[in-house]
Every structure is written in C-alpha cells, then in structure tokens.
Nanobody, 127 residues
Framework: QVQLVESGGGSVQTGGSLRLSCVAS??????????LTWFRQAPGQEREGVASTATGGNTYYLGSVRDRFSISQDSAENMVYLQMNSLELEDTAMYYCAAELASYCTGNFRADRYSYWGQGTQVTVSS
C-alpha cells in the first residue's frame, strides 16, 4: 500500500507559476518501483495525464504542457514535484498524484492502471 498526499495548489494569474508536491508513504523502500504521474481533472472533463516519471526512467508530458511543466522526483524524500510555469486558464483543474507499481512509465497516461491516488490539490488560473 502507498499513501499519497498532494500540496501546493492555489490561485494564480495567467503567466504565473506554481509548484505541486506529492509525498508518498507506505511501501516506498527500494524494493518497490513506481511510475509516478500527475493527472488533472477539470469540471465536466475527463481526467488526463499531465506528466510521468519513474526512478531512472524517462519522463513523459502531455503535449500542451511539455514546454511549461517539469516533473521531478526526490527518491530519498519520497517526493514527486510538478513545476508549472506560464500557467494558462486551461490549466485550471484538480491535480492528482498517482502511483503505479512498475519499473518504468509507458507514457500512455491510462488512469485505470494506477492503484494509488492522492486526494488532489486545486489549481485555479485566472486572467
């Protein structure tokens, strides 16, 4: 079992920046490998994958955020971050951290593959 807790959401104007954090607890020692992904869901829309990373593996990004967002991981602290720059109105959503027990990420952002989810943190971008 893994527990995930997100933080760092808030309200920001277009062009601003936010850094989301996700801390993992539970089965996080080196025996376990996870693909860690940030998803987001706006009201009335489906949940979509934003960025993925795995220890020693590739990172993947949703096309619309690739040049603005950056995912990083601190394995020693069991943390994964999402640095979001140049935020746009369309980035407004609830952002979720998710973990899949896997040695690497595939980049397909299939939400049904993820067994562990945080409660989400709200990001609101206004003009």
């Amino acid at each position: 079992q893994v527990q995930l807790v997100e933080s760092g959401g808030g309200s920001v104007q277009t062009g601003g920046s936010l850094r989301l954090s996700c801390v993992a607890s539970g089965n996080t020692d080196s025996r376990y490998r996870y693909c860690l992904t940030w998803f987001r869901q706006a009201p009335g829309q489906e949940r979509e994958g934003v960025a993925s990373t795995a220890t020693g593996g590739n990172t993947y990004y949703l096309g619309s955020v690739r040049d603005r967002f950056s995912i990083s991981q601190d394995s020693a602290e069991n943390m994964v971050y999402l640095q979001m720059n140049s935020l746009e109105l369309e980035d407004t959503a609830m952002y979720y951290c998710a973990a899949e027990l896997a040695s690497y990420c595939t980049g397909n952002f299939r939400a049904d593959r993820y067994s562990y989810w945080g409660q989400g943190t709200q990001v609101t971008v206004s003009s």
